[in-house]
């Protein structure tokens, strides 16, 4: 991990809020777009109807009959980030899973703040409920997932889908995002960290927030939901080297006192986005590997605890 963190410092990248926004997306998409990544049986890319325009999404489907069905969203502090970015994530969850991946490439802040990207990922989600069995999928098996960002999105979605449906059987978030920044102590001792930095995230909430009413919404900040009795089973990844550590165990325990069956998986040693240096880094691909054996205890019909 620290030889990934020096090659990226030795590539003079400055850290996200220092650059334009269109650079930052162009540098983001430069540095985690990786060519073609593992071969599926169909990789294809769609349009859906969102309720203001289309929205753009990747269906990833392994050779395996009748798969659950996991919707997900990319990180980038809902700022950054493209499909093409989280390709080689969404190619690595769909053949260790079994499951259809579906990536939603949902509208970016600050041309459209909260609430677009939720709202692009919730049709998205109804989405492959109604349509999913059309690509040969289970679509009564349905999961949401998302690193950084979008593990803000995929927790805010599971939270809406109590009230809207569709019935989730899991939600997986990776290294989330919860709350607005605060004084915890992931936030003081990895403020400076160069793969996310706390004036990062300041900058990602800027963009992202209109109002700052917004801030106390528990759509946007999921940790001030209340009440997230009979939110789908959920599993949370943190990482021990990332200011949002204490973020994602702060949901655990809101989850957990809430009575809701949450599994948390911690990396002292791996720093904020591990999940894309799974060919660089040994733990990160063991924490990949465990977190597809979680999607399939969860999704797949056969092996899933009720």
């Known amino acids: 991990m620290a030889t990934v963190i020096e090659e990226l410092e030795d590539n003079g990248i400055p850290d996200w809020h220092s650059m334009s926004i269109p650079c930052a997306r162009r540098i983001e998409d430069e540095v985690f777009s990786r060519g073609v990544g593992i071969d599926l049986d169909l990789v294809r890319d769609f349009e859906i109807e969102g309720d203001e325009v289309a929205i753009p999404i990747r269906v990833y489907r392994p050779e395996v009959e009748h798969p659950p069905v996991l919707v997900f969203c990319h990180g980038g502090g809902w700022t950054l980030g493209t499909l093409d970015s989280a390709d080689n994530i969404c190619r690595e969850l769909a053949s260790r899973t079994g499951c259809l991946v579906i990536s939603v490439d949902y509208r970016l802040a600050p041309e459209h703040p909260f609430p677009a990207a939720l709202n692009d990922v919730s049709t998205a989600l109804r989405w492959a409920a109604e349509y999913a069995d059309k690509l040969g999928a ?58 996310l930095t706390r004036r990062d995230m300041e900058w990602f909430w800027d963009q992202y927030l209109d109002d700052p009413v917004h801030k106390r919404n528990p759509l946007a900040a999921v940790r001030r ?76 019909p056969t092996t899933r605890t009720e």
Do not use: K
Request: proline share 5%.
């Open 138 to 195: 289970d679509s009564s098996s349905i999961g949401v997932a998302g690193t950084s960002a979008g593990g803000n999105l995929a927790a805010a979605v599971a939270l809406r889908a109590r009230e809207t449906g569709p019935s989730l059987s899991g939600q997986f978030l990776l290294y989330p995002i919860t709350g607005t920044v605060r004084e915890t102590d992931s936030y003081v001792q990895h403020s400076d960290q160069p793969l």
């Open 225 to 300: 939901a209340s009440d997230p009795s009979g939110v789908a089973p959920a599993v949370v990844l943190t990482a021990g080297l990332d200011v949002l550590r204490d973020d994602g165990v702060e949901y655990v325990e809101q989850l957990e006192a809430n009575g809701i069956p949450t599994a948390h998986d911690h990396y002292p040693s791996l720093a904020h986005g591990f999940l894309s240096l799974t060919d660089e880094v040994d733990r990160a691909n063991e924490a990949m590997s465990r977190l597809a054996d979680h999607i399939q205890s969860r999704l797949n």
